[in-house]
T-cell receptor, first 113, second 110 residues
Framework: NAGVTQTPKFQVLKTGQSMTLQCAQD?????MSWYRQDPGMGLRLIHY???????DQGEVPNGYNVSRSTTEDFPLRLLSAAPSQTSVYFC????????????FGQGTRLTVV | DAKTTQPTSMDCAEGRAANLPCNHSTISGNEYVYWYRQIHSQGPQYIIH???NNETNEMASLIITEDRKSSTLILPHATLRDTAVYYC???????????FGTGTRLQVTL
């Protein structure tokens, strides 16, 4: 039972490079989301999706793109990485039911130099 | 979503009950109270949630005051593995659209 799987676990980018953080879940959850966590802070919502083909912005969407072509996958794209995007990124998923629990991946630690 | 206030840090002796408070004085009638924890820098882990009745599961108990303006998470017999940051979150929407504060850092000691 894999749950929510994020790859890679660690990544170092140079300023201006692009990359995609991968997130996959095997629980057939409709809702998926991306958060970032900066040192000493709580998680902040970047983008979320309520189903395949549907995405929306969260609290801190600038500099990030998402798409949701399948129920299982929700990749997060950094088009031109900046040092301010150095953070730990978490993906989460939950069923298509309000007021239930979310399942989180183990995170991707991204450093932009 | 309503805002929550939690103490920055707390200590608890191993084997004792850990009682973590949370104030959410602006909570509205249809908002639930969720608790998550984050051990080290791992992904947050769901603990429990409730609307107005007290809730208990295998991990913890959640006590919500009658006016719903505050709640307490109780870990009945804390162990060293319960050392973590505990987040109290209030909201109505999908569990994947949560507003995290800075939480309470619980240190369980021998």
């Amino acid at each position: 039972n894999a749950g929510v799987t994020q790859t890679p676990k660690f990544q170092v980018l140079k300023t201006g490079q692009s990359m995609t953080l991968q997130c996959a879940q095997d629980m057939n959850h409709e809702y998926m989301s991306w958060y970032r966590q900066d040192p000493g802070m709580g998680l902040r919502l970047i983008h979320y999706s309520v189903g395949a083909g549907i995405t929306d912005q969260g609290e801190v969407p600038n500099g990030y793109n998402v798409s949701r072509s399948t129920t299982e996958d929700f990749p997060l794209r950094l088009l031109s990485a900046a040092p301010s995007q150095t953070s730990v990124y978490f993906c989460a998923s939950s069923p298509d039911v309000w007021n239930t629990e979310a399942f989180f991946g183990q995170g991707t630690r991204l450093t932009v130099v | 979503d309503a805002k929550t206030t939690q103490p920055t840090s707390m200590d608890c002796a191993e084997g004792r009950a850990a009682n973590l408070p949370c104030n959410h004085s602006t909570i509205s009638g249809n908002e639930y109270v969720y608790w998550y924890r984050q051990i080290h820098s791992q992904g947050p882990q769901y603990i429990i949630h409730g609307l107005k009745n007290n809730e208990t599961n295998e991990m913890a108990s959640l006590i919500i005051t009658e006016d719903r303006k505050s709640s307490t998470l109780i870990l009945p017999h804390a162990t060293l593995r319960d050392t973590a940051v505990y987040y109290c979150i209030v909201g109505t929407g999908t569990a994947s659209k949560l507003t995290f504060g800075t939480g309470t850092r619980l240190q369980v000691t021998l």
